[in-house]
């Protein structure tokens, strides 16, 4: 479990951070955050996602540690179940499976018929279970570590009881102290004798002499004496100078530890070869070595005495080691000397390999290894030794510099000398010149060659290392070349170079294709970060999408979907215009011509706020982004400033902060660009405000400026001095913002054109975005977990009050890396074409068919939608923090949720920690989860076909026919509202609807509710001022969240839904009377249709978008949960 | 109801001790502990003295009555190992399926000897199940009333004398035992006669 978490989590991590480019990791370490976040809280959100038991890392680690075993359960009146225990729910229900009720008498077994299947106990009546015998660390996963294997013992081992040793009075105490002090070592053996004669009258017949076994010398003065005893001391040289004896001596003095002996990695035999080969200087010390430990153990000494001896002497004989060596080789004699001269101490020398050069060492070391086939290698070698007489200095220079001229030189012949001689290496040995170009990154092509050369030598040479040593040797080799050069190549950006390092190290792979995927995976990881980092500055998209595919490399159809998805979601932000097709080019022209007429009419005042907002402006990376940010920003930011907040985050690629900057600074710099002067500054004030008002901005201000705000618009230049005035403060800007929702109608026009998929595909990311804040919300809603509805989720938002544009950004990004992103768009833009009216329906019909789970998903994202919304606008602190916690919670609910229909893995999933997983198995296996799913499949399922036609049809019969058309017709204020109010409405219930098919139970309510609600919005509030409307709307909003905390009361629902139908309804009214702008647009054919619509529709969309986002993401992540209980 | 215990909270790794309202008294190492719930688990030694296995007691709080805090720990408790779930589920699945034959083989009025050596097959050789009185074995070895090595019939071969094998230690074992608990028995009414 914990390794496919860790998978999945890397993938999602990997969206992540493609979708926040600049932030990075940051994404990615945001959604788990989120999660640790919401649990640890533990009360708050985090109930939502584990309820009860669930939420107890330690109850459910031993639970479900103990799934399996046999236990027995007491319950109140005292009987007793035998049973396997099962699993367990959130209430800490038990569950028993083959439980019997345990009769008195033990020793007969149950009978068939006295077996249940399985029994669910309440936690209200179990008194005590008791799990005997249970092995605690059955499931650990962990059974390989060195503590886990360590910890376990083949067989049961009783400790024996330890018994203090009583010595007895029969030695003296001071026996036992001498043992502290005494130096000697042992008895002496004269002292033994006396001991035994005296103690034991025992006496020895020890002679010194040993007569027994030789015969004394008798030493004479004789020429015969002395010509025998010359002799002898010259065999007695000989001996004791030759290699055999020394590799003896120095095994029985060895004193090296097992660890250096037997376990460490050996590196210089590879090296060895590669080196004696070439001739290549040998440190001193590392020839000792070589010498000390593995020529003699292993192979003939006389060998390694030739190579050590090097280039001048072909000798074997130690005596003819070089100066250098002979320290080394006098250590190795002596055995006790070893280590001091040249390595002081085994440890020592391990750091001497790498940095010495390894080169240097390993020829020796080859030699002994090398069978007798080598030594005709030698007479070549020489003329390379004295090529290289220098090397003893540059062999640092080769390991670390690989570039050195020697080097270089050094590997093109070895490179040559290599194929000829062996046929086997031959072949490798091209593939070595091959990569050196490939490298020509950073690395000299010296030192890869060397490099390469040696992988290939090393299979002819030492077939049996050829694998392992490949990838010691490289390393050896190339010394810090292989770390350094791959990095380099992996910033380069040439995948054949860190191919080229990465086959050495899977040593086996003889082929440039086979290199090339190693490469991708150690290289990659270094690689793409890089460019990406370096890339944030230049487009964010395109990072984006780079990322996305270099991230997800391992799931190439995934990365696909990904890519599209968050291309285009990077689009809307940044690119916007240039990706979009040309009919989408048109429709931002119109929007952009809009917000200028709008602009226009708005006002001529520039006003301080402009101020504010330049300076804003040089943020902005890009101005590209700006247009279409203005567009964006202008009905999306003026809807709900919250969503233009989310939006710009989510677009400027994820980058957290600097995403929010440029969001707000777009806003700004487009008014800036924009001819008109006076509306670029109301855009701008509220721009900033929107932006301050997310970053700092009170609730309680946004409702009193939302009032003045739709007085304003009605008065155009009046409100525009005022706002002016306000500018300066966020607060009031922020009402405008709300009051703005219709000049974002104005813009949101482009989207119903854009509905046809591709074209709404752009403006809709931003609405996705904020729709992504909102769906937290509706995940709670739906009925995925008991828990998880009555998630605090609404709390939640107060609750953290963290401003977390950014937080929403990086949900978003791992959203968009979400292959199944692309449908949810069009599913999004259906939506939105829902509410719109007919004709968004029928767009939206087609499309939606196909996805039906989308649909589903969107649909709930739209009910949750409104009700974010309104509260985002209100609060746009409320979007951040709906995002953090929701994210948590969508991705926990995600997977208790996510309909099998969905296959695709979501990187969400993975995203979330380990354990959250680990939990969530453990959750999932447990009753509540089976509920859940049928609810979705029976949601989903409904939703596609209801959604649109129904909901819409629904709405409108409520409010009247007209409203579907209404957005046309708006020209009149009051009918006008009252369209957009039953296209509200429509909208409204068209969420209500998916929710409620989401939710079975609540739906009906819900509707009766959004029915009735809406009719009364639209004649009351709506007309009289938009003011009053949008308070109550809010506060009911307020309010609504608490209920919806406290239960899942479908009046509750239907309450907030009104809330949101008020909300949205409001936004248009307002701008249909104040605005006449804005009902040109409307009017404006295609625009206008949509414009009424568009506010709602934005909204859907958004939530369509965040909900499909969240749908695909809770999908996937729920499949695997269900592949694991299963 | 009792009260949850000092400080309405139970540090893991901290020795309690409790008793029930059924009169049992419970001692071990707190392991878990949920508050909404009043769930508190706790690792005692295991009652069969095995040193690598552990009791594990599951108590509810609402039922227990005087709450013992032995000691305390403060260090924080080890971090939780991930857990093989497919193994657990494999698990329980096993001894689902094992209790029911079991219970099959009583309820089809197996004599205790046969569920006794079924259980003995079972613990060397997985591969055993009721057919009818008859023990199956690896689909090939029979076993039938009284269950004898002589029942054992199949054909001639390594896994017939396998099994063979396995019943007549099978019985050797429980005849040990017999008498084993026959003379501690005598010995009891030795004892008993003499005291008295």
């Known amino acids: 479990m914990s390794m496919k978490a860790g998978g999945n989590r890397s993938k999602p991590g990997g969206g992540n951070t493609a979708g926040a480019a600049s932030s990075g990791a940051g994404g990615s370490g945001g959604g788990r955050q989120n999660l640790g976040r919401g649990r640890h809280s533990g009360k708050g959100p985090a109930a939502v996602i584990f309820s009860g038991v669930y939420a107890n890392m330690r109850m459910v680690h031993v639970l479900t540690s103990v799934v399996g075993a046999k236990c027995e359960l007491k319950v109140k009146n005292g009987a007793i179940y035998e049973g396997v225990f099962k699993t367990y729910g959130p209430e800490c229900d038990l569950v028993l499976d083959a439980a019997h009720r345990k009769s008195p008498e033990p020793s007969i077994g149950p009978r068939k018929e006295d077996i249940v299947e399985s029994i669910i106990f309440k936690a209200s009546d179990v008194v005590v279970v008791t799990f005997k015998d249970v092995d605690l660390n059955f499931a650990r996963k962990d059974n390989f570590t060195d503590a886990a294997v360590s910890g376990k013992i083949n067989g049961e081992h009783k400790e024996k009881d330890l018994e203090p040793w009583d010595g007895g009075e029969t030695h003296n105490s001071d026996s036992l102290e001498s043992l502290d002090t005494d130096v000697s070592n042992g008895w002496d053996p004269n002292d033994m004798f006396k001991y035994n004669e005296e103690k034991y009258g025992v006496l020895s017949t020890y002679d010194s002499s040993l007569s027994t076994y030789t015969v004394p010398l008798e030493r004479d003065n004789s020429e015969e004496f002395l010509k025998r005893e010359a002799r002898a001391a010259q065999l007695a040289e000989e001996i004791e100078a030759s290699a055999t004896y020394k590799a003896r001596v120095a095994l029985e003095n060895d004193d090296r530890s097992e660890e250096e002996k037997y376990t460490a990695v050996v590196r210089g035999e590879r090296e060895s070869h590669t080196l004696s080969r070439e001739n290549k200087y040998i440190p001193p010390g590392q020839r000792n070595r070589e010498a000390m430990s593995w020529g003699p153990a292993r192979q003939n000494s006389p060998r390694l005495a030739q190579n050590s001896a090097g280039p001048p002497i072909p000798r074997p004989g130690p005596h003819d080691y070089s100066p250098s060596s002979g320290a080394d080789q006098r250590v190795v004699n002596g055995g006790t000397y070893h280590w001091p001269s040249p390595c002081p101490s085994p440890s020592s020398r391990p750091p001497s390999r790498y940095q010495s050069g390894p080169s240097s060492l390993p020829p020796r070391a080859t030699t002994p290894t090398r069978p007798p086939s080598r030594p005709p290698s030698r007479p070549s070698r020489p003329p390379s030794h004295s090529s290289h007489p220098s090397y003893p200095t540059s062999s640092s220079s080769f390991s670390h510099h690989g570039p050195a001229s020697p080097a270089s030189t050094l590997p093109k012949r070895m490179s040559s000398e290599g194929p000829p001689r062996m046929s086997p290496k031959s072949q490798r040995t091209p593939r070595t010149h091959r990569v050196p170009p490939c490298r020509t990154t950073g690395v000299p092509p010296g030192v890869d060659l060397i490099s390469h050369n040696t992988p290939g030598e090393l299979p002819v040479s030492a077939p049996t290392r050829s694998s392992s040593s490949g990838g010691t040797w490289s390393s050896v080799v190339s010394g810090a070349h292989r770390p350094r050069s791959p990095r380099q190549n992996s910033i380069s950006g040439s995948s054949s170079g860190s191919s080229s390092l990465s086959s050495p190290q899977t040593g086996a792979a003889p082929i440039e294709t086979v290199a090339t995927p190693t490469s991708a995976s150690s290289p990659t990881a270094a690689s793409p970060a890089p460019n990406i980092v370096t890339s944030p500055s230049g487009e964010a998209k395109e990072c984006r999408v780079q990322e996305t595919r270099q991230t997800s490399p391992t799931a190439n159809k995934e990365n696909i979907k990904p890519l599209d998805s968050s291309s285009s979601i990077t689009r809307p932000v940044c690119k916007g215009p240039p990706s979009m097709a040309p009919d989408h080019r048109k429709q931002i022209d119109n929007l952009k011509k809009f917000s200028v007429d709008f602009r226009l009419q708005s006002s001529s005042n520039t006003d301080p706020a402009f101020d504010q907002m330049m300076t804003k402006p040089p943020r902005d990376q890009a101005d590209k982004p700006k247009d279409l940010p203005l567009d964006k920003t202008c009905s999306v930011g003026r809807e709900g400033i919250e969503e233009g907040v989310v939006i710009a985050a989510g677009t400027p690629g994820g980058a957290s902060a600097p995403s929010t900057a440029t969001n707000t600074s777009k806003p700004g710099s487009p008014a800036a660009l924009s001819p008109s002067p006076s509306a670029p500054d109301q855009k701008r004030t509220g721009l900033d405000v929107t932006s301050q008002g997310v970053q700092t901005t009170a609730t309680s201000t946004f409702s009193g400026l939302k009032q003045e705000e739709k007085e304003e618009k009605k008065e155009a230049v009046q409100d525009q001095v005022r706002k002016s005035t306000l500018n300066p403060n966020a607060n009031e800007f922020k009402p405008r913002f709300t009051t703005q929702p219709k000049p974002s109608n104005t813009p949101t026009p482009p989207r119903p054109q854009g509905q046809p998929s591709p074209s709404i595909v752009v403006p809709q990311p931003p609405t996705v975005y904020s729709q992504t804040v909102c769906f937290p919300q509706m995940y709670p809603l739906t009925p995925v977990s008991p828990g998880v509805q009555k998630s605090i989720i609404w709390k939640s938002p107060a609750m953290y009050q963290v401003q977390m544009p950014h937080m929403a950004v990086s949900q978003s990004k791992p959203y968009r890396p979400v292959p199944s992103m692309p449908q949810q768009r069009s599913d999004q833009h259906h939506p939105p074409g829902t509410p719109t009216m007919m004709h968004s329906a029928t767009a939206a019909g087609p499309p939606i068919v196909a996805p039906s789970p989308a649909y589903s998903a969107q649909y709930f994202a739209c009910s949750p939608q409104q009700f974010s919304q309104p509260l985002v606008q209100q609060m746009p602190h409320y979007q951040s923090q709906a995002q953090h916690v929701f994210s948590p919670v969508m991705q926990g609910s995600a997977r208790m949720m996510a309909p099998p229909t969905h296959g695709q893995p979501s990187l969400v999933s993975s995203s979330t920690t380990q354990y959250p997983e680990q939990t969530h198995t453990m959750y999932v296996s447990p009753g509540p989860m089976p509920q859940q799913y049928p609810h979705h499949s029976a949601t989903l399922h409904p939703h596609p076909q209801h959604p649109q036609p129904s909901a819409t049809p629904t709405g409108q019969a409520q409010q009247g026919g007209p409203p579907q058309h209404g957005g046309p017709s708006h020209p009149a204020a009051s009918p006008v509202q009252h369209p957009q109010h039953p296209q509200a409405a429509a909208a409204a219930a068209a969420a209500a609807q998916a929710l409620h098919l989401a939710n079975q139970p609540p739906q009906q309510q819900m509707y009766s509710a959004l029915a009735p609600t809406p009719p009364s919005m639209t004649p009351g509030p709506n007309p009289q001022s938009p003011q009053a409307s949008f308070p109550s709307a809010q506060q009911t909003v307020y309010i609504h969240p608490q209920q919806v905390q406290h239960g899942y009361n479908p009046s509750h629902m239907a309450h907030v839904q009104q809330a949101h139908m008020q909300s949205g309804i409001v936004p248009s009214h307002h701008p249909a009377p104040t605005h006449p702008p804005m009902m040109l647009m409307a009017t404006q054919g295609p625009p206008g249709g949509p414009q009424p619509p568009m506010p709602q529709a934005s909204l859907n969309p958004i939530p369509v978008s965040s909900t499909t986002h969240f749908s695909y993401l809770a999908h996937p992540q729920v499949q695997p949960h269900h592949q694991q209980q299963l | ?196």
């Open chain 2, 1 to 196: 109801m009792a009260a949850p215990g000092p400080g309405e909270y139970f540090s893991v790794g901290s020795h309690v001790s409790c008793l029930t309202c059924l009169g049992q008294r419970v001692q071990g190492e707190v392991v878990a502990f949920d508050y909404q719930s009043k769930m508190l688990t706790l690792k005692c030694a295991s009652s069969s003295g095995k040193p690598n296995l552990n009791d594990v007691i599951l108590i509810n709080l609402a039922y227990v009555s005087d709450v013992d805090i032995i000691n305390d720990r403060t260090e924080t408790p080890p971090p939780l190992a991930s857990l093989n779930v497919s193994k657990l589920a494999n698990r329980a699945r096993t001894e689902k399926e094992d209790k029911l034959s079991q219970a099959y083989a009583i309820s089809a009025g197996v004599s205790v000897e046969g569920q006794q050596l079924f259980q003995t097959i079972h613990k060397t050789i997985k591969d055993c199940k009721w057919q009818e009185k008859n023990i199956i074995v690896m689909d090939d070895v029979v076993i039938s009333p009284p269950y004898q090595a002589e029942n054992c019939k199949g054909k001639e071969g390594s896994a017939l004398s396998h099994v063979r094998k396995i019943v007549e230690k099978h019985f050797r074992d429980v005849e040990s035992q017999k008498s084993m608990q026959r003379s501690q028995a005598q010995q009891t009414q030795k004892d008993s006669t003499l005291s008295s």
